[in-house]
């Protein structure tokens, strides 16, 4: 199972895909050879569209997004990135309070953030 946390503003989500989906979105999105940086561009704008909107306005379609997007970004720590980029296992993502970005942790990092605290 992989897991990608999402906070913007007051919103907060887990998004938790099986391994076998996973793999089967990764093998699909990797066929057509994406541009890498792009799509994880594109894989950030889509999830911070998909968290201004409430559950009952994403259609089909929004929700296929936020699901590749995840697959997509986890794909992208986990295995693309290199040096201090790269994250082993789950994600957090913090949107700037500004809206002008996202910081992305591994998930841990959310258990040494509440010790700070």
């Known amino acids: 199972m992989i897991t990608v946390y999402y906070k913007s503003g007051a919103a907060q989500w887990k998004y938790e895909l099986e391994q076998s989906e996973y793999d ?16 994880f561009d594109d894989s950030l704008e889509i999830l911070r ?15 296929i997004d936020q699901t590749i997007a995840i697959a997509y970004l986890w ?7 290199e040096g201090d980029d790269r994250i082993e ?23 040494d953030l509440e010790d700070e605290e």
């Open 49 to 63: 569209d998909v968290s201004a909107m409430d559950e009952d306005e994403m259609d089909e379609d929004d929700q």
């Open 75 to 81: 794909y992208y720590f986990n295995v693309v990135a």
């Open 24 to 39: 089967y979105i990764i093998k699909n999105v990797l066929e057509d050879k994406p541009d890498l940086q792009e799509m």
């Open 89 to 111: 296992g789950d994600l957090v993502l913090l949107e700037d309070e500004d809206g002008t970005g996202v910081t992305i942790l591994p998930a841990a990092a959310l258990d």
